[in-house]
């Protein structure tokens, strides 16, 4: 795989890992993970209001009143 980024993305990355002591590779690689996770979670508590709102969408109203 070949990340192709502009030059301030670049610089970015290249001044936080100096800040870090980190590579460059290793601080995208860490950036790529947490996104992922992020995404992840977000799909997966979606998928839960999907299934628990509806089931408890009488409980919801009361509490709105």
Do not use: I, K
Not at 12 to 38: F, I, K, N, P, T
Not at 41 to 53: C, G, I, K, M
Request: aromatic share 4%; glycine share 4%; charged share 35%.
């Amino acid at each position: 795989m070949t990340l192709r980024l502009s030059e301030d993305e670049t610089e970015a990355l290249r001044a936080r890992a100096e800040a870090e002591g980190r590579s460059m590779q290793d601080v995208a690689r860490a950036a790529v993970r947490e996104y992922v996770a992020r995404r992840t979670l977000r799909t997966d508590v979606d998928t839960a209001l999907d299934v628990l709102t509806p089931r408890y969408a009488d409980l919801l109203d009361r509490l709105g009143q």
